[in-house]
């Protein structure tokens, strides 16, 4: 069986979902977690379109990138490629400005977050009418495989400390695996001013501030990178730092 | 304009150190029972607030979600993908 994006019938609603998908050196991963997206927005009936916005990728992504887009149509693979290396923030005021969806879903590329949970964010943003969907890594059936006791305990001591200080109402507060109302992502960008880890924690922490409706969806996360990305004391230092400025200024 | 979370957290510090010292003083009348405990108190709130965190974090860390099967079914996925994607010309090479 082969999922080749065919021009499906439109849902009842008109809903359409626009993927955003940040991509540095992801040359092995793209083509999978295209087909993977494509695959499950087909067998639900979904109208979508994915954004890759690449930062000029050394391995070649963006070559890759327009194969898929000849495979898969130029409406549904949209390509918004940048200059460089320019943070996750900016990534995504690129790749919204001319996404056609009336929702936007965050996520990464290299397949720590699986597409087959798209439908069942939309479910419940749709029962609910939410303004934010986000996937938790550490309630209910959520969990995570890959990681070592240490990075276990890291993440837990990190949840646990962002949580007392933020009392943010998401139990898992860096997680990027997100739906969102095109207009609320678009509000909360522009108000957000952290970066790195600490730039998805105050997306929730100023979501609540402005009231929006936020609902939880458990998902598991497998990281394959863990290992190759270290965890060291200036990122720790760097995240304490991120997270008491959010304490201070929200 | 709302007022910060670090605002709050010290306001909130301030008047309960404010109200522990003066019932110290007795300026506030105080039962006899809870008089005895007063001087410790502030102590066995910063004790009783590590305990609970320790206790948490040692909870979430022995209930931490694993997802093996997650795992397994996504390498066979990959691997059904690579072989689609190749079929179709896409450049699929080996990291």
Redesign the interface.
């Known amino acids: 069986m082969s999922f080749l994006g065919s021009t499906a019938s439109a849902p009842a609603g008109g809903d359409k979902y626009s993927v955003l998908l940040p991509t540095y050196n992801e040359r092995h991963n793209l083509p999978v977690i295209i087909w993977m997206l494509v695959k499950t927005f087909t067998e639900h009936n979904i109208n979508y379109e994915i954004i890759i916005i690449d930062d000029n990728s050394p391995d070649g992504t963006l070559d890759i990138a327009k194969q898929l887009q000849v495979l898969y149509g130029a409406d549904r693979i949209v390509l918004r490629p940048r200059a460089g290396k320019l943070g996750l923030g900016t990534a995504y005021v690129h790749g919204i400005e001319n996404a056609t969806g009336n929702f936007v879903i965050i996520m990464d590329a290299d397949m720590s977050h699986h597409p087959k949970f798209i439908p069942e964010f939309i479910k419940l943003q749709k029962a609910q009418n939410l303004d934010i969907v986000t996937g938790t890594r550490y309630t209910g059936s959520g969990g995570v495989h890959g990681w070592d006791l240490r990075r276990k305990l890291t993440s837990r001591v990190a949840n646990y400390i962002a949580s007392t200080l933020l009392q943010p109402g998401v139990s898992d507060l860096t997680g990027s695996f997100r739906l969102y109302k095109k207009p609320v992502l678009a509000k909360l960008i522009s108000a957000v001013i952290s970066k790195g880890y600490v730039f998805q924690m105050e997306m929730m922490v100023r979501a609540r501030q402005f009231g929006f409706s936020i609902g939880e969806v458990p998902i598991t996360f497998v990281d394959r990178v863990y290992g190759e990305s270290k965890m060291g004391a200036d990122e720790i230092a760097q995240y304490l730092l991120g997270l008491f400025k959010l304490f201070a200024l929200t | 304009m709302?007022l910060?979370?670090?605002v709050r957290f010290l306001l909130s510090t301030v008047t309960f150190f404010s109200l522990w010292l003066l019932a110290l003083n007795e300026a506030i009348p105080v039962p006899e029972a809870v008089a005895e405990f007063l001087p410790a108190l502030p102590l066995w709130i910063i004790v009783s607030f590590g305990a609970y965190?320790l206790g948490?974090?040692g909870w979430?860390?022995v209930t931490?979600?694993?997802?093996?099967e997650?795992?397994r079914e996504?390498m066979k996925?990959?691997a059904q993908?690579?072989d689609?994607?190749r079929r179709?010309?896409?450049?699929?090479?080996?990291?």
């Open positions: 709302a910060t979370k670090l965190s948490s974090i979430s860390l931490f979600g694993d997802c093996e997650a795992h996504l996925e990959v993908a690579r689609e994607l179709n010309k896409i450049t699929i090479d080996d990291e």
